[in-house]
């Protein structure tokens, strides 16, 4: 158990009770996170795989475990309900929720970048995509929206309407990417490798800001390194705070070959303990899961 949590009985906390403090002083290594992406996780991570309804209370109880106040926690529910992804019923004065096909597919599609998600491509022929994007200057939210949608996918700009990754493979989600920003017809695509001119590093470091993913895996690491729950109730939570983490580095990480990262790359670490962590606890936290739905 890290210093942070040592001594801290995490098991006394009750559903709608306050956290301990312990668990509050963790929170802020864990960082911020909004209560709406909490539930997501929740839902993905012990609510998708069971296939079950689950009360309000489950959800909201867990929710206020992990610091949220019990009335952000019900307007979360309200807002991700309005959204579409899940739905109630009323039996008796209670409330069940399951997920809608639309949410089951969001979740899965989630879960499987989540836990396929590699820090690095081992082979590479060489081949670069390139994109040629063409945005008036004046439709600058456009311009903005087109960047977030790009970056996401895994490509880098190394130049103003430059967009290139080393994954050819991305060409048919950067085809769907353009044509839903209606940018299909402003757009053009090669395929092919370095010519020698010019030096390729130097254009992975235009591309890409690799010296701060780096220090969001080493944060990564150095949070759940020594993490060790003590019981279930910490297992839930712990596993929660993990994947939560975790599931932003899909969107952060362009998953580069490996010729093109540095040999001290701490993505690969970072992976590793994230499938030894979420192994680990993954009994405890289900079991604790089962014990909250049946409160």
Not at 18 to 45: D, I, K, N, Q, W
Not at 124 to 145: A, C, H, M, Q
């Amino acid at each position: 158990m890290s210093q942070d949590t040592a001594g801290v009985d995490l098991s006394s906390a009750q559903p709608g009770q306050p956290s301990p403090a312990g668990v509050a002083s963790r929170r802020l290594e864990f960082g911020t996170a909004s209560a709406s992406s909490y539930l997501l996780t929740v839902l993905g991570e012990f609510v998708l795989p069971r296939k079950q309804p689950v009360w309000t209370a489950a959800l909201t109880d867990t929710l206020e475990l992990l610091g949220v106040e019990h009335r952000a926690a019900r307007q979360a529910l309200a807002r991700t309900g309005a959204d579409g992804l899940i739905a109630s019923t009323k039996i008796g004065r209670r409330a069940q929720w399951s997920l809608t096909a639309t949410g089951r597919r969001l979740l899965t599609d989630g879960a499987e970048r989540i836990y396929t998600f590699a820090s690095e491509t081992p082979d590479w022929d060489g081949e670069w995509l390139i994109l040629l994007v063409s945005v008036p200057e004046t439709e600058r939210g456009l311009r903005r929206r087109a960047r977030t949608r790009l970056a996401w996918a895994g490509f880098g700009s190394p130049a103003p309407g430059v967009w290139v990754t080393p994954r050819p493979d991305l060409a048919e989600e950067a085809r769907e990417v353009l044509a839903d920003l209606g940018l299909n017809r402003s757009v053009f695509s090669f395929v092919g490798a370095h010519a020698g001119i010019g030096h390729e590093p130097e254009l992975v470091d235009r591309a890409w800001d690799l010296s701060e993913i780096a220090a969001r895996y080493d944060r990564f690491v150095a949070t759940f390194a020594d993490l060790e729950p003590a019981d279930d109730t910490e297992a839930l939570l712990a596993q929660i705070h993990l994947v939560h983490e975790w599931r932003r580095f899909p969107f952060l990480d362009p998953q580069l070959p490996t010729a093109l990262l540095p040999a001290d790359w701490t993505g690969r670490v970072a992976r590793a303990l994230f499938h030894d962590k979420h192994d680990a606890w993954r009994p405890g936290a289900q079991a604790q899961w089962k014990v909250v739905c049946a409160s």
